[in-house]
């Protein structure tokens, strides 16, 4: 087999059988990424501590719970002889390329340490990674949306915490009504002798997320459809993906797009035929199962009657020290991962834990030829539940849940409640027939973005883990509704849109506020000439957007004080994602009876607001009009050592670019999270695609393949989706 690499390392693997092709990716994963490897395998089977020390001791105890090794085992016994065939040769690939480096990669020699051999159930271990990424491993959102239900008086529960309203885009159904403001009084919530929790001003959608859309063949020059598709996590040195092609032997299909090192399969993008992309449903994959305990505490309620737990000892080997001992309590219904706000133990049963939810049957997208036998497959995919958006040669386009989607019969998921008198439970998972999608619609049009995109039956049995606000879904939205006709070109420029059209209303209220207060002369003029864009050199971007946010922590203080007196280590978390809806009704119009008791009047919160933001900007020393959007968005894309070894960034770190982008619009970015990728591809025209990926493909900072590419991510150059002539050529025998 042969291997073709162009100038910036990107491969393109030619090979006779495709056990070869997984030798090879195997070979070039390990060659450039086995540290990374290493950690997204360590991190889901809870092993970090063995490699990096007690540091990661309380990671592997909260990961263990799990037993992701144990189970990934168990996967790839009941996996298809040829699934297993490709993960064994992919393995063989990755123990080969790690003994052909010269030495072991350079971070085994500053944690001195030496690395483990490869295993196929490594592989799935990949995926597992990818769960405790895109969905939560304790149930965070139904445990803090269940304690703010029980413990919030409802008409403040209703108005504090909505589930969705004007900024909604959903593929199907419509945008929520305005919220009602609530009858009682802010007061209620608050004890005059305890003093008001403040949150950080942080964006409530700096979440793990995507954006992807596609356009119909009606509506491009070719034919084809063309797929987008920005996958949003955090960036660090190296890219969470790496770029790779090869042949399908004894077929005309090439495969081009992204890999996740630890696994042999394209993860997003092309076969030629068919091309395709995911972002995070952010749906409810799990249930928190409340348990009825017996008085000794040994036993749990179960429908067939008092049971005993299950008890596994796991032991944690720990980098120089004796190894740490945990154990783990099971029941019928999965592990029992924490305790509620009434001090209730907790069981999970979350689709991660079932044979289903991590598998090889992705690898299938390597021989689709059409977008409805694509959808047709996407309940089988063992993933981490994504919004997969299709379109193929032929112009046909399509939506649908990739991953398997449970039955819940006597429950809804909202709401935890207890299994033990067995009218609640989960009866498999759907059929075909009753997964949710949209083939072809009459738009020519599909776009995801981490918001709610179903209504009724499709919506219930999506559930919602905590969707995102739309407003970045429906800027997406408009802008394809904005033309007729479509190049992977105008497609890109919609990845790179960073219009602050969330945030007019916001500027316009506060130049009336600052119109209205006077002695801030300098600062209306920044607002003024704010630019309306997330731009890097925008100081009035900057205020708008941190008064907000500020706006948010003040106004909301009440509610927090609130639930933390109720458990202390209450955060708002994924929890208060819509949190737009009230913070407006609040500015817009001033409830006398909502008003935190800390200020004598909204106007003297929203400058105490607008005051401590202008005291922050100026934390860096710099004066007023070089306070810009850039300097607070500048790039801190480190490796994941440099967080504890400062001298690791100085040759690993990219470089800190003033970025422009924010959470609220297609062009979602922050210093640490952003688009890991952009891809914009037709089937069968895969030269004219692009494809973005920042920090490069080798994760050695001498190679030349390190940060190539990056600055086409930094500055949205449209750099090509296929590789570029061989520069390099590699034979495997």
């Known amino acids: 087999m042969t291997i073709h690499r162009d100038a910036q390392g990107i491969p393109f693997i030619n090979a006779e059988s495709r056990t070869d092709s997984a030798f090879a990716l195997g070979f070039l994963h390990a060659q450039e990424r086995f540290f990374q490897m290493d950690l997204l395998r360590r991190n889901s089977a809870g092993e970090l501590a063995e490699l990096v020390g007690e540091a990661a001791l309380e990671h592997d105890q909260g990961v263990r719970l799990h037993q992701f090794r144990a189970r990934a085992e168990r996967n790839i016994a009941a996996m298809p002889a040829n699934h297993r065939e490709v993960l064994e040769h992919y393995t063989n690939g990755v123990n ?82 305005p919220i009602n403001l609530p009858e009682t009084h802010i007061a209620a919530l608050v004890d005059e002798s305890e003093p008001m929790a403040y949150g950080k001003m942080e964006s409530e959608d700096m979440i793990f997320g995507s954006n992807n859309w596609v356009v119909g063949g009606a509506l491009t020059e070719h034919g084809a459809a063309i797929v987008a598709d920005d996958m949003h996590l955090a960036i660090t040195v190296p890219n969470i993906w790496y770029r790779a092609g090869w042949n399908v032997p004894g077929t005309d299909f090439n495969m081009r797009g992204a890999t996740l090192p630890g696994g042999p399969i394209i993860v997003a993008g092309s076969n030629g035929k068919v091309a395709w992309g995911f972002t995070n449903t952010t749906a409810d994959w799990g249930d928190l199962i409340p348990l009825e305990i017996s008085e000794n505490g040994q ?22 020290k004796p190894a740490s001992e945990l154990e783990v309590r099971k029941t019928i219904w999965g592990p029992v991962i924490g305790e509620d706000h009434n001090g209730t133990p907790l069981a999970y049963r979350w689709v991660a834990h079932d044979q289903r939810g991590a598998n090889l049957n992705i690898i299938s997208m390597e021989t689709v030829a059409n977008t409805r036998t694509a959808m047709d497959m996407a ?21 649908t849940v990739a991953g398997p989607i449970p039955r819940r019969v006597g429950l809804d998921g909202n709401r935890s409640v207890s299994w033990a008198d067995g009218t609640a439970y989960w009866d498999g998972y759907l059929p075909l027939e009753e997964h949710p999608s949209v083939y072809n619609p009459p738009s020519h049009r599909i776009w995801t973005a981490n918001s709610r995109t179903m209504d009724g039956e499709f919506l219930r049995v999506m559930g919602d883990g905590g969707y995102a606000l ?38 316009a209220h506060l130049v009336r506020l600052i119109e209205s207060t006077g002695g801030y002369d300098d600062v209306l003029e920044q607002l003024e000439n704010w630019g309306a864009r997330a731009s890097a050199d925008s100081v009035g971007y900057r205020i708008v957007r941190n ?53 004598e009047s909204w106007k003297a919160l929203k400058l105490a607001a607008l005051d401590k933001v202008l005291e922050e900007m100026a934390e860096g020393g710099l004066p007023l009009a070089q306070q810009t959007w850039g300097v607070q968005n500048a790039a801190k894309i480190q490796h994941p050592l440099g967080r504890a070894v400062s001298a690791v960034n100085w040759f690993t770190a990219m470089p800190a670019d003033h970025l422009p982008g924010d959470s609220h619009m297609p062009r979602f970015q922050s210093a640490t999270n952003g688009a890991s990728q ?53 034979t495997l025998k």
Do not use: C
Not at 106 to 116: F, N
Not at 123 to 138: A, G, K, N, P, V
Not at 149 to 159: I, V
Not at 553 to 569: E, G, K, N
């Open 96 to 177: 080969y390329g790690l003994s052909q480096l010269g030495a072991n990669p350079w971070e085994y020699a500053l944690l001195r340490q030496e690395p483990r051999a490869w295993e196929p159930a490594d592989s799935l271990l990949t995926i597992f990674s990818m769960y405790m990424t895109l969905q939560s491993r304790t149930g965070n959102f139904e445990l803090r949306d269940n304690a703010l239900a029980e413990l919030l008086p409802g008409d403040l529960y209703e108005f504090f915490v909505p589930k969705g309203g004007i900024w909604d885009a959903p593929l199907i159904g419509d945008a929520r009504g």
């Open 299 to 320: 036993q749990y309620r179960a429908p067939e009657g008092w049971k005993d737990f299950e008890i596994v000892r796991e032991k944690i080997a720990i980098s120089g």
């Open 379 to 399: 309940p089988e995919f063992g993933i981490p539940h994504q919004n997969f958006v299709l379109g193929d040669s032929e112009g046909n386009i399509g939506w």
């Open 470 to 507: 739309g407003a970045r879904q429906q800027q997406i939205r408009d802008d394809l509704f904005a033309r007729e006709q479509f190049t992977e070109q105008d497609l890109l420029d919609i990845q790179l849109d960073d219009r602050a059209i969330f945030l007019e209303r916001w500027q």
């Open 547 to 599: 008064f907000r946010l500020r706006f948010i922590d003040f106004s909301t203080a009440p509610v927090l004080t609130y639930m933390q007196r109720h458990d202390p280590d209450f955060k708002f978390g994924r929890v208060n994602r819509q949190v737009e809806y009230p913070a407006w009704e609040m500015l817009s119009s001033e409830p006398e009876h909502l008003l935190n008791p800390d200020f």
């Open 678 to 730: 952009r891809m914009v591809v037709a089937p069968g025209h895969e030269q004219l695609g692009v494809f973005h990926m920042a920090t490069g493909q080798s994760a050695h900072p001498l190679s030349p393949f390190f940060g190539n590419g990056h600055r086409d991510w930094v500055e949205g150059n449209p750099s090509s989706f296929t590789e570029k002539s061989a520069a390099y050529v590699l």
